[in-house]
């Protein structure tokens, strides 16, 4: 199944493959300024730049999300009103849940002398995760790792279909609408769409541990992180 479901995003995303190779090419620049200038917005130029570099990611994404809930058969055309008013909200509705994520994760993991972010960054930056197995008490590692884990899974589960709806209606309280949320993963199946998750959480594992360990040649990493 995760195997036809990558061909599908495949054939999706090549339909038009000359179109495909530009978008790459323009989210990947817009991808290596972003992280040119940190990952962390502040009130400076460079934190505006990542701010706007953030929400055209967004942005495009959740075209292409409205895309596939319309049955679309290829990638989206450069739509910068859509990208633009998209990106906004979708950016806000990150902030929301990973807030509360942060919040959580600090509650958690401050007590066991991690910081609360650390395991996002673990995902993708590997080398941080072997030094904390060293410089930490073994049984508070494996506390962080399983409510970290714990975290991070359900922040992404329902997340997602929050975003998924914001697509949908273009209305930004709809990504926050938990009882409608929960309606709708009733719609798609509880069993299916935790499958499907988990699948999304393993690419990220391992797109992050290419990105860390397999790709020697440092400007590839923008193509695989967009």
Same mark, same amino acid.
């Given at each position: 199944m995760p195997v036809f479901k990558l061909k599908k995003v495949w054939e !999706?995303?090549? !339909?038009?493959?000359?179109?495909?190779?530009?978008?790459?090419?323009? #989210?990947?620049?817009?991808?290596?300024?972003e992280n040119a200038y940190g990952y962390y917005v502040d009130f400076t130029t460079s934190g505006l730049i990542v701010l706007i570099c953030t929400i055209l990611l967004n942005?495009?994404? $959740?075209?292409?999300?409205? +895309?596939?809930a319309n049955q679309g058969y290829r990638l989206p055309k450069l739509l910068?009103?859509?990208?633009?008013?998209?990106?906004?909200k979708s950016t806000i509705v990150f902030i929301v849940y990973l807030t509360i994520q942060g919040n959580v994760l600090d509650f958690v993991c401050?007590?066991?002398?991690?910081?609360?972010?650390?395991?996002?960054?673990?995902? #993708?930056?590997?080398d941080e995760t072997i030094r904390m197995l060293y410089v930490?008490?073994?049984?508070?590692?494996?506390?962080f790792l399983i409510f970290g884990s714990i @975290?991070? !899974?359900?922040?992404?589960?329902? $997340?997602?279909?929050?975003?998924?709806?914001?697509? +949908?209606?273009?209305?930004?309280?709809?990504a926050f609408n938990i009882v409608a949320i929960f309606k709708d993963i009733n719609i798609v199946g509880w069993r299916y769409y935790a499958r499907d998750c988990t699948t999304i959480m393993v690419?990220?594992?391992?797109?992050?541990?290419?990105? @860390?360990?397999?790709?020697?040649? @440092?400007?590839?990493? !923008?193509?695989?992180?967009?």
């Amino acid at each position: 199944m995760p195997v036809f479901k990558l061909k599908k995003v495949w054939e !999706y995303c090549t !339909y038009n493959k000359a179109f495909f190779v530009f978008v790459l090419i323009l #989210f990947a620049i817009i991808n290596f300024i972003e992280n040119a200038y940190g990952y962390y917005v502040d009130f400076t130029t460079s934190g505006l730049i990542v701010l706007i570099c953030t929400i055209l990611l967004n942005g495009y994404g $959740m075209t292409i999300t409205r +895309d596939r809930a319309n049955q679309g058969y290829r990638l989206p055309k450069l739509l910068p009103r859509d990208i633009l008013i998209l990106g906004i909200k979708s950016t806000i509705v990150f902030i929301v849940y990973l807030t509360i994520q942060g919040n959580v994760l600090d509650f958690v993991c401050s007590p066991l002398g991690f910081p609360p972010f650390d395991l996002e960054d673990m995902l #993708f930056n590997f080398d941080e995760t072997i030094r904390m197995l060293y410089v930490h008490n073994a049984i508070n590692t494996l506390k962080f790792l399983i409510f970290g884990s714990i @975290s991070f !899974y359900v922040t992404l589960f329902f $997340m997602e279909i929050g975003l998924a709806r914001l697509a +949908d209606t273009g209305r930004l309280l709809t990504a926050f609408n938990i009882v409608a949320i929960f309606k709708d993963i009733n719609i798609v199946g509880w069993r299916y769409y935790a499958r499907d998750c988990t699948t999304i959480m393993v690419a990220i594992v391992i797109l992050g541990l290419l990105d @860390s360990f397999f790709i020697p040649i @440092s400007f590839i990493e !923008y193509f695989v992180d967009v």
